[in-house]
């Protein structure tokens, strides 16, 4: 079906296109009766006319839209959440947000330069070229976390440790000395996982506890041959990635006849829905997604308003204690 345009609506109307143009781009002082004017939108409304973004961000000299880059991650609660409450955060602003799944099979450019976006927020650190070009381009450029260097120093990497020394504490003071940690096997969610079990070496390590035994699993079946062996080394807890892989090292202790949790605790990450109605009930780490998502709107407006953006917020994760752990 071919694209409606101004001259459409014009012929609809009974008046000229610069007409159509002055009332569809709500032009200062343009003489324009009230009767003409609602007759033009009612056509506009009447063919199911579109204006293009892109004409429109020309003419304006911007654009309304945010691009949330998501790098190749599967996209659990954790991101879910930001995204929802970055684009409230957002809309109250005016600001429409599109978020872009990235893979590497495409440049980077060829989105931007196709939405013409006001800023681009990425959820995983831009490659040098990209940003420069988008800066280049007049696009604001938001990183959500630093770059992660060879020490693992940066926010990122920080915060995720956090997690496992979260993780680690709350075993810890149940008494547990032998704790297992259960990974997930998809290399898409590598880094993450190395930060959190880095963590959790840590935090054992500080209480004179061994090195936690480690497993990589298969999410969405039965942790069972991960659960018989951890038991019989002697774990009597297991801090998993996140809810997704402890449901799965819940699933495999009731096939393997491992009680939970009298003789293995198990705690997950992320506060996910499922957590509060498995059997039992789920205690995990709850990320501050609410403070997160509201700090990367600062981080896009202050962009946009020419200001400094405030420091990363302090981590902000809690351990939710329930009948698993």
Do not use: K
């Not at 609602?38 to 204006?51: C, D, F, K, N, W």
């Not at 800023?119 to 604001?140: K, N, W």
């Not at 259960?182 to 004179?208: H, K």
Request: charge should be neutral; aromatic fraction near 4%.
């Amino acid at each position: 079906m071919p694209r409606v345009t101004s001259a459409d609506i014009a012929r609809a109307a009974g008046v000229s296109r610069t007409t159509v143009s002055y009332v569809l781009n709500d032009t200062p002082g343009a003489s324009v009766s009230d009767a003409t004017r609602q007759r033009i939108h009612a056509a506009a409304e009447r063919l199911g006319y579109a204006p293009s973004a892109a004409a429109r961000a020309l003419r304006r000299g911007r654009s309304d839209l945010v691009v949330a880059v998501l790098p190749d991650w599967p996209v659990g609660p954790v991101v879910e959440g930001l995204l929802d409450h970055l684009t409230d955060a957002l809309a109250a602003r005016g600001l429409f947000v599109l978020v872009h799944h990235h893979r590497d099979s495409r440049a980077l450019a060829d989105l931007w330069r196709a939405v013409t976006p006001l800023a681009v927020v990425g959820l995983a650190p831009f490659a040098p070229d990209d940003a420069r070009a988008m800066t280049r381009a007049g696009i604001r450029v938001v990183g959500a976390v630093e770059p992660a260097d060879a020490a693992g120093t940066g926010d990122f990497d920080a915060s995720q440790r956090g997690i496992g020394a979260l993780q680690a504490g709350h075993l810890a003071a149940a008494g547990h000395t032998r704790i297992g940690y259960v990974t997930t096997d998809d290399p898409r969610l590598g880094r993450f996982a190395e930060a959190r079990l880095a963590g959790l070496r840590a935090a054992c390590a500080e209480r004179g506890m061994a090195e936690p035994a480690t497993v990589a699993v298969r999410t969405g079946e039965p942790a069972t041959a991960a659960v018989r062996s951890l038991s019989g080394a002697g774990v009597t807890a297991v801090a998993a990635y996140n809810d997704e892989v402890a449901l799965a090292v819940l699933a495999g202790a009731r096939e393997a006849g491992v009680p939970v949790p009298s003789r293995l605790a198990v705690i997950g990450v992320d506060d996910s829905p499922g957590a509060r109605v498995a059997a039992p009930p789920l205690t995990t780490v709850a990320q501050p997604v609410a403070r997160q998502a509201e700090h990367l709107a600062t981080e896009v407006l202050a962009a946009l308003d020419g200001r400094d953006a405030p420091p990363w917020p302090d981590d902000g994760a809690r351990v939710v204690v329930r009948a698993s752990a």
